[in-house]
């Protein structure tokens, strides 16, 4: 990886030390990513048993499939990040999240009837595509964006919930909200 253009964090990007002289410069942080691929995994293959019309996001098995696509990415892309620290991993890694991210908020607009599908997988593709361009000629703004993106779904599923008084459990979203901001 050493000729390989570094990530813009170094030298000092996580709490785990890279191990130099080795294929994988961050173990544990590379090696737990495959719980997202395992994860994506199951999501696309469970995709036609997880369809039914009681939920928007069950509708069709495309939710389903975009979602766990995502997971895989965001795993495949950490994954290559930390095993290698480089600019190519950094862009794969925060993409990957961004697919993550960009599906809810695409998915909410869907949800309440603003998007259709196609509305939906416009939306979804052209602002990742968006996302992943600035994130390139701009990587300093990776983080700052991918934080805007988690605060704007958080807002709007709050404000779903008030203003269509969906039924969701609502301390799941205060809980992942409120582990959002211990992470950061």
Known sequence: ???WRGATCL???????????SWILEPVNTWTNLLFIIAGIIFILKSEKLTN?????NSDVLFPRIYGSA????GVGSFFYHASQTFAGQWFDVIGMYFVSMFYISYNFYRIDWFTKKSFL?????SCLILGLIIFYLPETRRWLFGVS???????????????????????LYWAGFSYLVAQ
């Not at 019309?53 to 996001?57: I, M």
């Not at 416009?122 to 052209?126: D, E, I």
């Open 11 to 21: 030298p000092e990007c996580w709490c785990e030390a890279a191990r130099t002289g």
């Open 53 to 57: 019309l009681s939920n928007k996001l």
């Open 122 to 126: 416009t939306f979804y593709l052209s």
């Open 150 to 172: 988690i605060l704007f779904t958080l807002l709007q599923s709050l404000w779903i919930q008030l203003k269509f008084k969906s039924s969701i459990n609502n301390k799941y």
């Open 71 to 74: 997971l895989i990415f965001v």
């Open 1 to 3: 990886w050493t000729t």
